[in-house]
């Protein structure tokens, strides 16, 4: 048994190293116990911190076809949960985000690469999570969550020369639904699932060329709309839970989460 926990952390680990945060798929029901609302009560709620941090959200030029090298995000979350019969979750998110970005684009018949970099400005999500069917310590659950960001750039350079950023901004939103599967071994909760992911991000109102034909915005899309994520939870089933989550095929990130319950 030991050999298997090993086993799923360290494929956790090392797939976050190549890869909008799902989480585990027993969410619901993990912290059994609150510090003082009663585990009879038909309401509860928790709190706690997210950390979103995508390595590549592998996008392409919707209007060129042309493939965004890198598209990365780093996001740190406060998070608010109300929880209902330890069978669904509602949830909040609010905190500060920041994008970076380069890509290649033909302008003039020649061949520039530019790069970006975002403030760090205000983050929201919403969404919510609910157990369908449960055998034992081995559950199946569905959840869906929007996301959005709109932050101003902080830089942009094209071949290394800094540009005039004006009062151009981007446009982050997307919008994804999961199907997860999750079993319970003592302390630990290793999950796994799919999800269907739909990114848009748009770059807009630049005051210098950005991309083909020249563009002064660019609107990007996820190439690969189906990924999967696979993650291991930490609880005693009283007051905390700790989750690291990776996820791949549609998008390279890990997220790093924490919820207290009340």
């Known amino acids: 048994m030991n050999k298997i926990i090993i086993f799923i952390l360290s494929a956790v680990f090392y797939v976050s190293g190549f890869a909008t945060t799902v989480g585990n798929p027993l969410n619901p029901e993990i912290i059994e116990e609150g510090f003082f609302i009663s585990p009879t009560s038909w309401i509860n709620f928790r ?10 959200a592998r996008l392409y030029n919707a209007l060129q076809k042309g493939k965004i090298d890198n598209f990365k995000k780093d996001i740190n979350s406060g998070t608010l949960t109300l929880n209902f ?13 920041r994008i970076r970005s380069d890509w290649r684009f033909e302008n003039l018949n020649a061949v520039s690469r530019l790069q970006l970099e975002s403030n ?13 069917f449960q055998w034992c310590n081995t559950a199946l659950s569905t959840g869906g969550r929007y996301t959005f960001m709109k932050p101003s750039i902080s ?3 094209i071949d290394g020369i800094p540009q005039d950023k004006g009062n151009s901004r981007i446009k982050s939103k997307d919008w994804q639904i999961d199907l997860g599967l999750a079993h319970r071994i003592d302390l630990f909760i290793p999950f796994i699932g799919v999800k269907y ?22 609107n990007m899309k996820n190439k690969d709309r189906f990924g999967i994520y696979a993650g291991c939870s930490l609880s005693n ?5 700790l989750t690291v989550e ?3 095929i549609d ?4 997220s790093v989460s924490g919820d207290l319950k009340f």
């Open 47 to 56: 709190v706690g911190y997210e950390g979103d941090f995508i390595s590549d």
């Open 85 to 97: 019969q330890n069978r669904m979750d509602v949830f909040g998110v609010v905190g500060e985000g």
């Open 120 to 132: 760090y400005r205000l983050y929201w999500a919403a969404g919510a999570k609910v157990i369908l």
């Open 155 to 157: 830089y942009i350079t």
């Open 197 to 218: 992911l739909n990114a848009k991000e748009r770059v807009y109102d630049s005051p210098v060329v950005i991309s083909a034909d020249n563009q002064n915005y660019v």
């Open 237 to 241: 089933s009283k007051y905390f839970m």
């Open 246 to 248: 990776a996820r791949f």
């Open 251 to 254: 998008e390279e990130a890990i």
